[in-house]
């Protein structure tokens, strides 16, 4: 009689695949739902039950840990995950994949937190063109905004635009394959816009600032709702860039969204989010 593998093997059989991969993706809703602190239980627990599993599904777990860190605000642990994930899909033929390209950019996004344009930026442009070949136009759309980002930064303005506008661009062609999809489009518009008003604020074009800051709003509203950490702080940045127009009135206006935005946020979170396994 034929040998048949349990349902809980891995398609290597090497042991139970699924407690470890259940944490790691209510990892990724949390962090997606802006709860980073119990992402981030999620996420080093999975790493810990993915021990003893192979070492690819080691690197898919260190690939989330990375990510909830970085939203966390420490790119050094962030970069260390970053950096083990990156070797344990290299080492296993995976870096023509969307997690590699994936864990790249949040590899490259820890050097852009310090300052190191000269490594972020090749490893952004990787991860960009993976993720062409690999055909994922809505992940290829975050990696753009971040290469907008090094290019404002390094006072290209003409090349952060013509990025910002592809997004815009490639973003509306993309019919969403359900809630969460649509949402996750609605930010990476709302990204897109409030860089062009950035732009627009930094040439004085104080109509088009406006319509791009509105728009970038409405966005992250549609995407988050209003009591979500990315909209706050998408409104802080309004907020001052307002501000730096010299229009007290909607910068005002902006303050208050933000601070009931807060208020909301801080009510949701006295309850906590539901742990789930």
């Given at each position: 009689?034929?040998?048949?593998q349990?349902?809980?093997?891995?398609?290597?059989?090497?042991?139970?695949d699924?407690?470890?991969?259940r944490?790691?993706?209510?990892?990724?809703?949390?962090?997606?739902?802006?709860?980073?602190?119990?992402?981030?239980?999620?996420?080093?627990?999975?790493?810990?039950?993915?021990?003893?599993?192979?070492r690819?599904?080691?690197?898919?777990?260190?690939?989330?840990?990375?990510?909830?860190?970085?939203?966390?605000?420490?790119?050094?642990?962030?970069?260390?995950?970053?950096?083990?994930?990156?070797?344990?899909?290299?080492?296993?033929g995976?870096?023509?994949t969307?997690?590699?390209?994936?864990?790249?950019?949040?590899?490259?996004?820890t050097?852009?937190?310090?300052?190191?344009?000269?490594?972020?930026?090749?490893?952004?442009?990787?991860?960009?063109?993976?993720?062409?070949?690999?055909?994922?136009?809505?992940?290829?759309?975050?990696?753009?905004?971040?290469?907008?980002e090094?290019?404002?930064?390094?006072?290209?303005?003409?090349?952060?635009?013509?990025?910002?506008?592809?997004?815009?661009?490639d973003?509306?062609?993309?019919?969403?394959?359900?809630?969460?999809?649509?949402?996750?489009?609605?930010?990476?518009?709302?990204?897109?816009?409030l860089?062009?008003?950035?732009?627009?604020v930094?040439?004085?074009?104080?109509?088009?600032?406006?319509?791009?800051?509105?728009?970038?709003?409405?966005?992250?509203?549609?995407?988050?709702?209003?009591a979500?950490?990315?909209?706050?702080?998408?409104?802080?940045?309004?907020?001052?860039?307002?501000?730096?127009?010299?229009?007290?009135?909607?910068?005002a206006?902006?303050?208050?969204?933000?601070a009931?935005?807060?208020?909301?946020l801080?009510?949701?979170?006295?309850?906590?989010?539901?742990?789930?396994?």
């Amino acid at each position: 009689m034929a040998d048949h593998q349990d349902e809980d093997k891995d398609e290597n059989g090497d042991g139970d695949d699924t407690t470890w991969r259940r944490f790691a993706e209510t990892a990724e809703e949390l962090l997606a739902d802006g709860h980073l602190d119990a992402a981030l239980t999620h996420a080093a627990a999975a790493y810990g039950l993915a021990e003893d599993t192979p070492r690819t599904h080691r690197g898919d777990a260190a690939r989330v840990l990375a990510s909830v860190h970085l939203a966390l605000g420490a790119p050094r642990p962030a970069r260390r995950y970053a950096a083990e994930a990156r070797a344990s899909f290299e080492a296993a033929g995976r870096l023509e994949t969307l997690e590699a390209a994936e864990v790249t950019h949040v590899w490259a996004l820890t050097y852009l937190a310090d300052g190191d344009l000269e490594t972020a930026t090749p490893a952004l442009e990787q991860s960009a063109a993976t993720f062409e070949r690999v055909g994922s136009p809505h992940a290829l759309a975050g990696v753009l905004l971040t290469l907008a980002e090094v290019s404002l930064a390094m006072g290209e303005g003409d090349d952060a635009e013509g990025l910002l506008e592809r997004v815009v661009r490639d973003v509306q062609a993309i019919d969403p394959e359900g809630e969460a999809h649509a949402e996750h489009l609605n930010a990476l518009m709302g990204k897109a816009f409030l860089g062009l008003g950035s732009l627009a604020v930094q040439r004085g074009r104080r109509d088009e600032a406006r319509d791009r800051l509105s728009r970038a709003i409405t966005f992250f509203e549609a995407a988050h709702g209003l009591a979500h950490p990315e909209t706050i702080e998408a409104l802080d940045e309004v907020v001052a860039l307002y501000r730096r127009l010299g229009d007290e009135v909607s910068a005002a206006g902006a303050a208050e969204e933000r601070a009931i935005a807060e208020r909301e946020l801080a009510a949701r979170d006295a309850f906590g989010p539901v742990g789930r396994a």
